[in-house]
């Protein structure tokens, strides 16, 4: 090695270990969290599924739709997703403490979209269509009032005024104060409706599990409509147990994001509801039983395997299809469907709760050239077919579960922000969540 050549490498470690002193001097860990960033593909899947939210938005100041994000990329490029602002306004907060963006910059576009939710979105007694235009926030097509997309905005939108503060909090619990919970309920079953379209009405309701614990936490603690703590124990609680899994309560067709989203942002470790159900262990039971059903898949099918599982809603080789699922499912185990499509969305979600396991399906996911795209690994995949299929799009809600579940692991950051929130933690002490007891003391 000659002199220049030693003189240049010195150079590059002292810049690589600069680098490494700001990053850490821009984003100091809390006292109280760890970060486990010993693999580097957390960053680089975490980093890419950031800059979809940041960069498939309405950037137009002067929009009606500024700050509105994307259902999906590239495809539907005029239609947003009231989702996938929720998972962005998070992404926000996630982006400006990482040091991906300006706190500035992440303030701005925060406040934004909420004055956007707030003064353009349509909506009904709060509640936002599932579908929005991306350019001035009327509803999109024919689709409905959807009351878990309104929750999943409701949730983005706490967490970014609990992280950022001032008019940014003040203006998020406007819009969640709006939300008239009442109104979405069916009072001779005290359960809530599925969805709403004002051409035909209420349809369908939230009767078996599913993603909508928040629902009930959020609607409890409302600080305007609040309703009571009966409907959290209203919905079906069926369990069924996969293999040597533990039994578990699980849902209709089995997609693992229903047991991912709530526990994005509410932090349920260690609690359990008034009757004994401890839902975070009921996600890691449903975490590990469809791993299980993925490798007994794997000789029908060769997408799966010990290193690929986690089937959920996704798109497939003829189209979008929310019945993609492992059994348990239905009341008799034959509600999911299965062709061999894979989303990596589904093991990554469930980090929190299966993280060995999911950082080898991460790492098994990143062999395939074909899945990964500008924003980190597509929606999904299907090796059974001939020729392999591999997804054009990625979707928000995907790309939002990804990101948010990894940082849950690596440092607590969206359940630290979002659980100081007084209406959240009023929500859940009201529907009777309580910390587990040691049953060794």
């Not at 593909?41 to 498939?56: G, H, M, T």
Request: hydrophobic share 40%; net charge negative.
């Amino acid at each position: 090695m000659n002199r220049i050549t030693r003189l240049t490498a010195g150079l590059l470690l002292v810049t690589f270990v600069l680098q490494v002193v700001l990053a850490g001097c821009s984003r100091p860990a809390s006292p109280d969290r760890g970060d486990k960033t010993d693999d580097p593909l957390l960053e680089e899947e975490s980093r890419k599924s950031f800059e979809f939210f940041w960069k498939e938005a309405n950037t137009d100041p002067a929009s009606k739709g500024y700050g509105l994000i994307r259902d999906r990329a590239p495809g539907n490029p005029n239609l947003s997703s009231v989702a996938s602002v929720g998972f962005g306004l998070t992404a926000l907060a996630i982006g400006a403490e990482r040091g991906w963006i300006t706190r500035e910059e992440a303030k701005e576009r925060a406040l934004g979209t909420l004055n956007t939710l707030w003064n353009h979105a349509e909506q009904i007694n709060g509640f936002y269509y599932h579908f929005l235009n991306m350019n001035d926030a009327t509803r999109a097509g024919n689709s409905e009032v959807s009351i878990i997309d309104t929750a999943i905005a409701l949730c983005g939108a706490i967490v970014a005024g609990e992280y950022f503060g001032g008019e940014i909090k003040e203006l998020a619990e406007r819009i969640y104060g709006r939300v008239d919970w009442n109104w979405y309920r069916d009072p001779e079953r005290n359960l809530f409706y599925m969805g709403y379209h004002p051409e035909e009405g209420f349809k369908g309701h939230w009767d078996f599990y599913a993603e909508q614990l928040m629902l009930y936490y959020l609607a409890a603690g409302s600080p305007t409509y609040p309703l009571d703590e009966n409907m959290f124990y209203s919905f079906i609680r069926h369990t069924g147990s996969y293999g040597d899994s533990e039994p578990f309560i699980h849902s209709w067709f089995g997609s693992i994001f229903t047991y991912q989203f709530s526990h994005a942002w509410f932090d349920l470790r260690n609690k359990v509801d008034k009757q004994g159900v401890d839902w975070w262990e009921n996600s890691v039971n449903a975490s590990k039983a469809a791993r299980l059903f993925a490798i007994d898949q794997a000789e029908t099918f060769s997408t799966f395997g010990p290193d690929a599982w986690g089937l959920t809603a996704s798109d497939g080789p003829r189209g979008y299809e929310g019945k993609y699922g492992a059994a348990p499912s239905g009341y008799s185990n034959d509600a999911h469907f299965v062709d061999g499509t894979l989303p990596p969305a589904g093991a990554l979600g469930s980090i929190v709760f299966t993280p060995e396991e999911s950082i080898a399906a991460l790492k098994h996911y990143y062999t395939f050239p074909d899945l990964i795209g500008e924003y980190g690994l597509k929606d999904a995949y299907n090796t059974a077919v001939s020729p392999a299929w591999y997804a054009r799009d990625v979707i928000g809600i995907d790309k939002g579960i990804t990101l948010l579940m990894i940082e849950n692991y690596r440092t607590g950051f969206v359940w630290e922000w979002f659980m100081k929130n007084e209406y959240v933690k009023k929500g859940m002490e009201i529907v009777g969540m309580s910390e587990k007891q040691d049953s060794s003391s």
